[in-house]
């Protein structure tokens, strides 16, 4: 993200590479994309496939760029939003608030406290993966 000739190479030229590789050859591409594409305005409901998009920051441009060469050059496509993934790998909130909870008790922050109030919704990353292929072999 802080080398935003960098991202957009991955983000949008890989994006856009692949996609053309599979119209070449008849595939369906999914493309798994971000919330960060969207303004992060705080909410009273989920952000749907079709709102606008205004990304905050060179990683959701990047990643709304991709977007946009899939939808151009790739007829057979799916595009996923994800946000707040967790998994049996990497860093993420669930695994922060159970470090967390797994302190001894005199380490164990009374309260927490997070930056700003808003709407998420934790996506499990085997789900994702499982729905998707239900989707495409269906």
């Not at 799916?78 to 967390?100: A, C, D, K, P, Q």
């Not at 797994?102 to 996506?123: A, H």
Request: some cysteine; proline content about 4%; aromatic content about 10%.
């Amino acid at each position: 993200e802080e080398d935003i000739e960098i991202a957009r190479l991955i983000n949008k030229t890989g994006s856009e590479n692949i996609a053309k590789a599979c119209a070449k050859n008849d595939c369906i591409m999914v493309c798994i994309s971000t919330d960060y594409v969207f303004d992060g305005e705080v909410r009273n409901e989920p952000y749907k496939p079709t709102d606008k998009t205004a990304p905050l920051n060179n990683y959701g441009l990047t990643k709304w760029e991709g977007e946009e060469a899939v939808r151009n050059n790739c007829q057979k496509h799916y595009i996923t939003r994800t946000s707040w993934l967790y998994g049996i790998h990497g860093r993420n909130f669930v695994e922060t608030m159970i470090s967390l909870a797994d302190k001894p008790n005199n380490k164990v922050p009374k309260k927490i406290t997070l930056k700003n109030f808003f709407i998420l919704t934790l996506m499990y990353s085997f789900q994702i993966i499982f729905t998707l292929l239900k989707k495409i072999f269906k």
